[in-house]
């Protein structure tokens, strides 16, 4: 089945330790986005990719970075520089961008669950 | 980007509809409302979308007013596993901007 994957589905770290969060799709998308998710909140965009090797800040993307070496692939990378690491973080992608994008939905992952301590 | 506002919660009993109003005052022109649900732990499921006509899927109906500032989602007929965080949600471009949602309650 096609679909987006996440993993771990939850994380364990250290304070001051980077962790990367894998997501992996085979859907044939163009567009991947990472969203982190608080207690009681929405979700908060934190960075997007429309193509490969290209890849745009959300509104909070302090503290974490990104790749996107592969079409189905889009690893985040939370550093030690992110100051409130643990939350819900979910993956997303969607078959395009643009004007002709906004008519597709996104396609969510799972999600990781990171708790850092 | 445009916001929407949804009420915090919901209840609604077990084969009755339910209907899920959002505002968005101020969308523009060629942003698309889309309605996703979240149950808890899980990635967000698409349920509709939607530009100026009302839609309708195997799990919902969108109805969006003629000046498009405001939608109602309806599911016609409410089960459990409809229990749920429901986003209205507004695209334009790339960015998918997410609210709090409402959290619906069915109960039997």
């Known amino acids: 089945d096609g679909g987006i994957t996440q993993s771990p589905k939850y994380l364990f770290r250290k304070e001051g330790q980077n962790v990367t969060l894998s997501c992996e799709q085979n859907?044939?998308?163009?567009?991947m986005y990472w969203y982190r998710q608080d207690p009681g909140q929405g979700l908060r965009l934190i960075y997007y990719s429309q193509i490969v090797n290209d890849f745009q800040k959300g509104d909070i993307a302090e503290g974490y970075s990104v790749s996107r070496e592969k079409k189905e692939s889009f690893p985040l990378t939370v550093t030690s520089a992110q100051k409130n690491p643990t939350a819900f973080y979910l993956c997303?992608?969607?078959?395009?961008?643009?004007?002709?994008?906004?008519?597709?939905?996104?396609?969510f992952g799972n999600g990781t669950r990171l708790t850092v301590t | 980007d445009a916001k929407t506002t949804q009420p915090p919660s919901m209840d609604c009993a077990e084969g009755r509809a339910a209907n899920l109003p959002c505002n968005h005052s101020?969308?523009?022109?060629?942003?698309?409302v889309y309605w996703y649900r979240q149950i808890h732990s899980q990635g967000p499921q698409y349920i509709i979308h939607?530009?100026?006509n009302n839609e309708t899927n195997e799990m919902a109906s969108l109805i969006i007013t003629e000046d498009r500032k405001s939608s109602t989602l309806i599911l016609p007929h409410a089960t459990l596993r409809d229990t749920a965080v429901y986003y209205c949600t507004l695209r334009l471009t790339d960015k998918l901007i997410f609210g709090t949602g409402t959290r619906l309650q069915v109960f039997p």
């Open positions: 101020t969308i523009s022109g060629n942003e698309y």
């Open positions: 859907l044939n998308h163009d567009a």
């Open positions: 939607g530009l100026k």
């Open positions: 997303a992608s969607s078959p395009g961008t643009g004007t002709g994008g906004r008519r597709s939905p996104l396609h």
